[in-house]
């Protein structure tokens, strides 16, 4: 399970290492083009039940923290559907339809 730091949050952001990196990757891209989104997601069973989004700028401070020493592979058809819902007014929703249910990571091929 990786971990996102943003901000001055004491608050980490628990995010599945493969899912992580696929976001890492999109949120970098945005943000060496000056380009700011939203990013939410639902909270994990051990939180309290609801869901949070924050504002990703390129002024705040952000940190990603893998568990697993190699990089995974990506996939660019993954990458390509968080940077479209990154590029939408709702930002990237981190939800089923970009993880697969079965996994919580890389959507089924073709899906």
Same mark, same amino acid.
């Given at each position: 399970?990786?971990?996102?730091?943003?901000?001055?949050?004491? =608050?980490?952001?628990?995010?599945?290492?493969?899912?992580?990196?696929?976001?890492?990757?999109?949120?970098? =891209?945005?943000? !060496?083009?000056?380009?700011?989104?939203?990013?939410? +997601? &639902?909270?994990?069973?051990?939180?309290? &039940?609801? &869901?949070? =989004?924050? +504002?990703?700028?390129?002024?705040?401070?952000?940190?990603?923290?893998?568990?697993?020493?190699?990089?995974?592979?990506?996939? !660019?058809? +993954?990458?390509?559907?968080?940077?479209?819902?990154?590029? =939408?007014?709702?930002?990237?929703?981190?939800?089923?339809?970009?993880?697969?249910?079965?996994?919580?990571?890389?959507?089924?091929?073709?899906?």
């Amino acid at each position: 399970m990786g971990t996102l730091y943003y901000g001055a949050q004491d =608050t980490p952001i628990h995010i599945e290492d493969r899912a992580l990196a696929h976001l890492k990757v999109v949120i970098a =891209t945005k943000l !060496r083009r000056n380009e700011s989104f939203t990013l939410s +997601w &639902r909270h994990s069973e051990d939180e309290p &039940r609801g &869901r949070s =989004t924050i +504002w990703l700028h390129p002024s705040i401070p952000l940190m990603f923290v893998f568990d697993e020493p190699e990089p995974p592979g990506l996939n !660019r058809e +993954w990458i390509e559907k968080l940077a479209h819902s990154a590029n =939408t007014s709702g930002g990237i929703l981190l939800v089923d339809d970009l993880l697969d249910p079965e996994t919580g990571s890389e959507p089924a091929a073709g899906g």
